[in-house]
């Protein structure tokens, strides 16, 4: 069998099937691409169908979300769930709020959800939601008649052991609490296990909201140590200011680097001393604004609207923001000012271009489906959690979490050096491994 063609056909199908959804198909090539060592060692997976039924989601739904806000206007807007793949278990992904979902990018997440949840070990399909609506400067009151909107459509293809949302970007605790709420009383079924993310409290585990950000530098801690380096002394920057990027900044600290910088969709800010993280949390998560209050209440700060986060010199990169914002140009920056390693905290936030750099330059890349895979594993531990109705504690989780970030880690290095022959690549082991599990369950469990 000639397995670059087959692989090609199936990528053709995807564009064909779905013209116009970039992101998905960049997500797509990416995993399909690095799948080619695999079908030649294993061509019954080529027989089975794997990979067409792999990129053909489960079940795509997308309705109608009509709310009103504070001035009494009808508002519409449009929600999706992409119930992407359910050979590991039920579907598992976050709902993202933000003017800029639409199907495709919906797709792209789900579909990086598959592999990520396969690699954290635990029993998760993949799957993703959203809407194109905004809570960037809507009352709490416009985002609970949003979210009940949201839940009323959703709440009939959702379940703990169907499909289970948690948070993305624009959704964290007050959303959820408002989408509970309201699966609990059309349902009348108190569902812990229906989505995570929960505050701890009721139902929410320790550790969830730190998870990813934690994780991430987990990951890149492994990364490092592989070269004999560590976090100790080392200038990071920090792409984002949302949660990802707070509790990244936070671990960072925590391991004797130091963050100088970070950023959001206006600017990015410097602050040579280090980022004051409670100042930070304060402006983002209290007084939810923008990035640039904190160099307003901070002389050793600076903000700029010109350039990207990635011209202030660092060793270690940690993109936390959103797909595709390093670009070509940015990743040639941090590789001229020496950067060692770069991780992922977001999903597939580097350009093919970007990663192509890194490649070339030899830095350490970890993958956003392995590095950020903390947060959804944390959930899993949630879902653990409200199956057994007991709390386990901050410690006791952060290091289950840990445990999981150093497992994937050792498995990526495992898989690329068998499929590739070089432990460093991050992409092949990741996108290798997590494939293996799913398509290992999915023969097992005939075509469906
Ligand atoms: N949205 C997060 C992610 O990209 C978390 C998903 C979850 O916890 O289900 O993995």
Redesign the pocket.
């Known amino acids: 069998m000639d397995v670059s063609a087959y692989i090609e056909d199936v990528y053709q199908e995807v564009r064909r099937r779905g013209p116009g959804e970039a992101e998905f198909h960049q997500a797509a090539t990416e995993v399909l691409t690095s799948l080619r060592p695999v079908l030649e060692r294993h061509p019954e997976y080529a027989g089975s169908g794997i990979l067409e039924r792999l990129v053909e989601p489960e079940r795509q739904l997308m309705f109608r979300v009509p709310w009103v806000d504070d001035a009494g206007r009808v508002r519409v807007n449009r929600g999706f769930r992409v119930e992407f793949n359910s050979a590991l278990g039920p579907y598992?992904?976050?709902l993202?709020f933000h003017p800029s979902v639409n199907l495709g990018i919906v797709k792209f997440?789900g579909f990086?959800?598959i592999f990520?949840n396969a690699l954290t070990g635990m029993a998760?399909g993949g799957g993703?939601g959203g809407s194109d609506f905004d809570p960037k400067g809507r009352s709490d009151g416009e985002v609970m008649r949003f979210c009940q909107s949201f839940m009323t459509e959703l709440y009939r293809h959702l379940g703990e052991h169907t499909d289970?949302?948690?948070?993305?970007i624009g959704v964290g605790a007050r959303e959820i609490g408002f989408l509970f709420g309201q699966y609990k009383r059309i349902t009348n079924r108190y569902e812990s296990g229906v989505l995570?993310?929960k505050p701890v409290g009721w139902g929410g585990s320790n550790v969830?909201t730190e998870a990813?950000g934690y994780g991430t530098v987990y990951f890149a801690e492994e990364m490092l140590a592989g070269r004999g380096h560590s976090f100790d002394g080392r200038r990071v920057v920090v792409s984002g200011s949302g949660n990802v990027a707070v509790y990244a900044i936070e671990k960072v600290h925590a391991l004797g680097g130091t963050v100088v910088a970070c950023s959001d969709s206006s600017g990015y800010l410097v602050d040579e001393d280090g980022i004051d993280l409670a100042l930070l949390k304060e402006v983002k998560e209290v007084r939810r604004e923008r990035i640039q209050a904190y160099a307003e209440a901070r002389p050793t700060a600076r903000f700029s609207s010109r350039g990207t986060v990635y011209d202030v010199p660092c060793e270690v990169a940690l993109p936390c923001a959103t797909q595709n914002e390093v670009r070509r140009d940015d990743a040639v920056a941090l590789v001229k000012h020496g950067v060692l390693a770069v991780a992922e905290g977001a999903?597939m936030p580097c350009t093919p271009e970007a990663v192509e750099v890194f490649r070339e330059a030899g830095v350490l890349f970890g993958p956003?489906k392995a590095a950020?895979?903390g947060?959804?594993a944390?959930?899993a531990l949630e879902m653990q959690q409200n199956a057994s109705r007991t709390t386990w504690s901050f410690a006791d989780t952060e290091a289950k979490l840990a445990t999981v970030m150093r497992g994937i880690h050792a498995e990526c290095r495992a898989t690329a050096e068998t499929y590739g022959g070089n432990a460093e690549d991050y992409v092949l082991g990741s996108n290798v491994a997590g494939f293996l599990r799913v398509a290992a369950a999915m023969a097992a469990q005939g075509v469906v």
């Open positions: 598992k992904g976050g993202r997440l990086e959800q990520k998760i993703k289970v949302p948690a948070g993305d995570t993310g969830r990813t999903n956003g950020n895979a947060g959804v944390t959930s």
